[in-house]
């Protein structure tokens, strides 16, 4: 069915409130997504209920916090189509995900003269990880260029992969662009010969169906916040044979079986990945997300934002000296990047803002991709199941009136 966003709307309290004068028009749900009233309820209600640390107490308490939280683990699989939650590593974010890979993984199983393939089109938190482990491993990185209008130039994937790679590291949904990546074809270029892969889906979990078993990675990434869910938690899955084989990143309390003075002994994945108190409320709120997101249908969602994205590409075009930035057709999912010379990015936003207009201005942590595109900054609007068409409609005035402002016709 289709989705209602005015009807939506209704669940979102902070959708209500004013900037200054005028109402709030929020289009920057990459950034971080506004959150139901289901999922900040959930959360209250485990503090109000049932707040107890988990995998320590006997007591009723402990033992409802627990339930809870492993029973979002068992959530979290079934949204991503895993085969079970012994995958499901809770960490505070995509950033923290990636890094754990890099550190457990890459460090544990990368030599000097491997390869990573990353591509041109990441996010900072799938290059940053990457550099250390150059830097202090000799591991040698690789990029997969992108086409002039934004998608993967997998043209040049045979020639950039060989026996050398070990792991391709990529992005499902690009947060500047909008593609969609064919990530089950790069896995599988990958898996030919011998590497895994890892996909970041921070911009593809809160905006389309995801199915790890058709994808067929090794690992996936992915922050709540992005999704509905609150922040501070996020979910690093990886196959389970492979995540048995990776030693801890982080230590302490919960990751161990054994703790002498001078010697310990670790636990079994997922938990030996899992140091000190986790995120309860936080993984309370998720699974409201999950919940939530799952009963508007992931297909209605992808439908109601393709839409949109359609719907700012031909709105935005009537604007003089606009530049947009990724593919001018499909698949594309939740954002649109733009210019409009010669107004910098971030004056334009300032502007904006003074309409209500909430929109992202700068490099959106991806400064290759912004030399790529041959620009320092732009502007990005980005939308989630609460936006309306007529919100892009108030977004394409606001650029009007601001180039009327600065005297640019
Ligand atoms: N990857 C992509 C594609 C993103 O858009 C973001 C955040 O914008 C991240 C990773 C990092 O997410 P977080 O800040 O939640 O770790």
């Not at 900040?40 to 939280?69: C, F, K, P, W």
């Not at 830097?135 to 990185?141: N, Q, W």
């Not at 869910?229 to 309390?253: K, S």
């Not at 107004?343 to 904006?352: G, M, N, R, S, Y």
Request: glycine share 8%; with cysteine.
């Amino acid at each position: 069915m289709a989705l209602d966003p005015s009807r939506l709307r209704a669940e979102f309290p902070i959708l209500s409130r004013r900037i200054g004068d005028r109402p709030l028009v929020y289009l920057d749900t990459a950034a971080t997504s506004q959150k139901p009233r289901a999922v900040i309820d959930a959360m209250t209600r485990y503090y109000e209920q049932m707040n107890a640390n988990v995998h320590r107490g006997a007591y009723r308490l402990s033992e409802e916090a627990t339930a809870m939280y492993e029973g979002v683990r068992e959530k979290v699989a079934r949204f991503l189509g895993a085969p079970g939650p012994e995958g499901v590593v809770f960490v505070r974010n995509t950033t923290e995900a990636i890094n754990l890979v890099a550190h457990a993984w890459g460090r544990k199983f990368l030599k000097a003269g491997d390869e990573v393939l990353l591509t041109e089109m990441e996010h900072h938190s799938n290059l940053v990880p990457w550099h250390l482990l150059a830097k202090e491993r000799g591991v040698v990185l690789r990029h997969i260029p992108i086409t002039d209008d934004g998608r993967l130039d997998l043209s040049r994937l045979d020639a950039l992969l060989g026996s050398r790679t070990k792991l391709v590291s990529l992005v499902h949904v690009s947060n500047v662009l909008g593609t969609v990546n064919p990530v089950e074809d790069v896995v599988r270029a990958a898996h030919r010969v011998g590497a895994l892969c890892l996909v970041d889906g921070a911009q593809a979990v809160p905006h389309r169906p995801v199915d790890l078993a058709a994808i067929g990675c090794d690992f996936y990434a992915f922050s709540a916040h992005k999704m509905y869910g609150p922040t501070g938690i996020g979910v690093l899955w990886a196959r389970p044979e492979i995540l048995a084989g990776m030693d801890p990143f982080m230590v302490g309390g919960e990751t161990i079986l054994e703790v002498r003075l001078d010697r310990s002994t670790f636990r079994e994945a997922p938990y030996r990945f899992e140091p000190g108190t986790p995120a309860v409320a936080e993984a309370a709120g998720l699974g409201a997300a999950i919940d939530w997101l799952t009963a508007l249908g992931l297909d209605a969602v992808e439908a109601h934002e393709t839409a949109l994205v359609d719907h700012a590409w031909r709105r935005l075009a009537e604007v003089p000296g606009i530049r947009m930035y990724g593919p001018s057709s499909g698949p594309r999912a939740g954002a649109v990047c733009f210019t409009t010379d010669p107004i910098h990015p971030h004056d334009l936003a300032t502007c904006l803002d003074q309409d209500g207009l909430a929109v992202r201005a700068g490099h959106h942590c991806a400064q290759p991709l912004m030399t790529r595109l041959g620009t320092v900054a732009t502007a990005r609007a980005s939308f989630g199941v609460y936006t309306l068409p007529s919100e892009i409609d108030l977004l394409v005035d606001s650029i009007l009136r601001t180039r009327e402002f600065f005297g640019c016709r």
